[in-house]
T-cell receptor, first 111, second 112 residues
Framework: GEDVEQSLFLSVREGDSSVINCTYT??????LYWYKQEPGAGLQLLTY?????DMKQDQRLTVLLNKKDKHLSLRIADTQTGDSAIYFC???????????FGSGTRLQVQP | EAQVTQNPRYLITVTGKKLTVTCSQN?????MSWYRQDPGLGLRQIYY???????DKGDVPEGYKVSRKEKRNFPLILESPSPNQTSLYFC???????????FGQGTRLTVV
C-alpha cells in the first residue's frame, strides 16, 4: 500500500524558521497537502501543491516538492508560538480515491 | 457558518454495546469520510462515501458500518465495539475526493 512518512517531533525557537519534511511512495499522486491540528481540534488544511509544481508560497508558508525523490517539505518562516501544533502531510491516492496521511510531526515552538 | 459537526465529542462505553457517532455537514458536499487517529499512526480511513447511497471501505473498515441516506449525514456505527476501537475519530467532508477536506472536531471513544 501507499505510505507517507514524517518525523515525529520538531522543536524550534520563536522567530526561527521551521522545516517539516515528508516522504511519500505513490508516484502517481496528483495532490499533496499539509494539514494542521491544534490541541483538541480537527485538522485544518494549511496548503496544498499540485504534482506538476515544485514550489508554492503562501505568506509565511513555503512548500517544496521534489518529485524525483518523492519528498515534500513545509517551511514556516518566523515561527510563532501559535504555530505549535501537529502537522500532517497527506497525498491523494488515485487508486483508492482517498487521502493517505503521514503520522504527523509535532512542532513545539519555544519562546 | 460552514462546518462539520460530530456527536458526541466524548464517549465511554462497554464492550459489545452498539453505538453510533453522528456526522453532519452543511456545505452540500458530496464526499464524506471517517478516519481514526491513533498515536504514531496518523489518520487512517475507515469508510468513505462519494454520494448518497454510495459507500466504500477505506483502510480499516473491520468492525464498523456506515450509511449515507442523506447528503448531509454520514453516521458511523459500531455494532459490537471492542477495546481496540478505542481511538479518536474524525469525520470529514469535501466537494470531491481531491478538494479541501473539512474536518469535524473529533470524537474520543473509549471502549472498556
Amino acid at each position: 500500500g501507499e505510505d507517507v512518512e514524517q518525523s515525529l517531533f520538531l522543536s524550534v525557537r520563536e522567530g526561527d524558521s521551521s522545516v517539516i519534511n515528508c516522504t511519500y511512495t505513490d508516484s502517481s499522486s496528483t495532490y499533496l497537502y499539509w494539514y494542521k491540528q491544534e490541541p483538541g481540534a480537527g485538522l485544518q488544511l494549511l496548503t496544498y501543491i499540485f504534482s506538476n509544481m515544485d514550489m508554492k508560497q503562501d505568506q509565511r508558508l513555503t512548500v517544496l516538492l521534489n518529485k524525483k525523490d518523492k519528498h515534500l517539505s513545509l517551511r514556516i518562516a518566523d515561527t510563532q508560538t501559535g504555530d505549535s501544533a501537529i502537522y500532517f502531510c497527506a497525498e491523494y491516492d488515485t487508486g483508492r480515491r482517498a487521502l493517505t496521511f503521514g503520522s504527523g510531526t509535532r512542532l513545539q515552538v519555544q519562546p | 457558518e460552514a462546518q462539520v459537526t460530530q456527536n458526541p465529542r466524548y464517549l465511554i462505553t462497554v464492550t459489545g454495546k452498539k453505538l453510533t457517532v453522528t456526522c453532519s455537514q452543511n456545505m452540500n458536499h458530496e464526499y464524506m469520510s471517517w478516519y481514526r487517529q491513533d498515536p504514531g499512526l496518523g489518520l487512517r480511513q475507515i469508510y468513505y462515501s462519494m454520494n448518497v447511497e454510495v459507500t466504500d471501505k477505506g483502510d480499516v473498515p473491520e468492525g464498523y458500518k456506515v450509511s449515507r441516506k442523506e447528503k448531509r449525514n454520514f453516521p458511523l456505527i459500531l455494532e459490537s465495539p471492542s477495546p481496540n476501537q478505542t481511538s479518536l475519530y474524525f469525520c470529514a467532508s469535501s466537494l470531491g475526493s481531491t478538494t479541501e477536506a473539512f474536518f469535524g472536531q473529533g470524537t474520543r471513544l473509549t471502549v472498556v
